[in-house]
C-alpha cells in the first residue's frame, strides 16, 4: 500500500546551519505531496506541497522537490533559526484522496 | 478568520468507559476529517465526511468508534467502550472539498489517556 517513510529525529542543529530532512514515499499513480509543521504548542500546518514530478514547493525558505525518478521530497532550508523547532511531517495525498503521513522528524535548532 | 476548534483539549478516562470529543470545523468548509496520532507515528485517518456523509471510513475501528456529522457542520467522535491502546491525540481536519491538493486545516487536538 501507499506509505511515506521520513528520517528519523531528533535532528539538533545550530542557528543558520543547513537543513535537510528526508522523505521517501510508496505509491501507484501520481500522488501530491506536502510538508506539514507543527510548533510547540500549535496545531499542524501546511508548509508547501508540490502536486506532479519536478514541481518544487517553496515557503518560509524551506524548499522541497518532488523527484519521481528517486520517489523522494526531501525537505530543505539554507539557514535555520531557533523559531524554526518544531516537528516536520512528510504526506502524499493518494489517488483515493486519502493523505498518507509520515512518523514525523522532530527539529531543535540551538542559539 | 477562526481557526477549527476542538474540545475538549485533555481528557483522562479509564478502559471501558465512554469519551466524546467535539470539533467546529472552519465556516463553510464542506469536508471534514478525524485523525488518530499515537505518540511518536503521524496522523492516521479515522474517518472522512464530505458535508454530512461519510466519504471513507476503513480505518475507523466500527466496533467502538462512532462519528456523525450533523448538518454538516459539527462533528463528534466517539468511543465505546475506551482499551488502553485507544491512548493518542485525536486531531479534526477542514477544507473547503474534498480531493486534488486541497490543503487541510488542522485544529489543536484533543489528547486522550486510557488507564
Known amino acids: 500500500g501507499d506509505s511515506v517513510t521520513q528520517m528519523e529525529g531528533p535532528v539538533t542543529l545550530s542557528e543558520e546551519a543547513f537543513l535537510t530532512i528526508n522523505c521517501t514515499y510508496t505509491a501507484t499513480g501520481y500522488p501530491s505531496l506536502f510538508w506539514y509543521v507543527q510548533y510547540p504548542g500549535e496545531g499542524l500546518q501546511l508548509l508547501l506541497k508540490?502536486?506532479?514530478?519536478?514541481d518544487k514547493g517553496s515557503n518560509k525558505g524551506f524548499e522541497a522537490t518532488y523527484r519521481k525518478e528517486t520517489t523522494s521530497f526531501h525537505l530543505e532550508k539554507g539557514s535555520v533559526q531557533v523559531s524554526d523547532s518544531a516537528v516536520y511531517f512528510c504526506a502524499l495525498l493518494t489517488g483515493g484522496f486519502k493523505t498518507i503521513f509520515g512518523a514525523g522528524t522532530r527539529l531543535f535548532v540551538k542559539a | 478568520e477562526a481557526g477549527v476548534a476542538q474540545s475538549p483539549r485533555y481528557k483522562i478516562i479509564e478502559k471501558r468507559q465512554s469519551v466524546a470529543f467535539w470539533c467546529n470545523p472552519i465556516s463553510g468548509h464542506a469536508t471534514l476529517y478525524w485523525y488518530q496520532q499515537i505518540l511518536g507515528q503521524g496522523p492516521k485517518l479515522l474517518i472522512q465526511?464530505?458535508?454530512?456523509?461519510?466519504?471513507?471510513d476503513s480505518q475507523l475501528p466500527k466496533d467502538r468508534f462512532s462519528a456523525e456529522r450533523l448538518k454538516g457542520v459539527d462533528s463528534t467522535l466517539k468511543i465505546q467502550p475506551a482499551k488502553l491502546e485507544d491512548s493518542a491525540v485525536y486531531l479534526c481536519?477542514?477544507?473547503?472539498?474534498?480531493?486534488?491538493?486541497?490543503?487541510?486545516?488542522f485544529g489543536p487536538g484533543t489528547r486522550l489517556t486510557v488507564l
Open positions: 508540490a502536486t506532479k514530478a519536478d
Open positions: 465526511f464530505q458535508n454530512n456523509g461519510v466519504v471513507d
Open positions: 481536519a477542514s477544507s473547503l472539498r474534498g480531493g486534488g491538493d486541497i490543503e487541510q486545516f
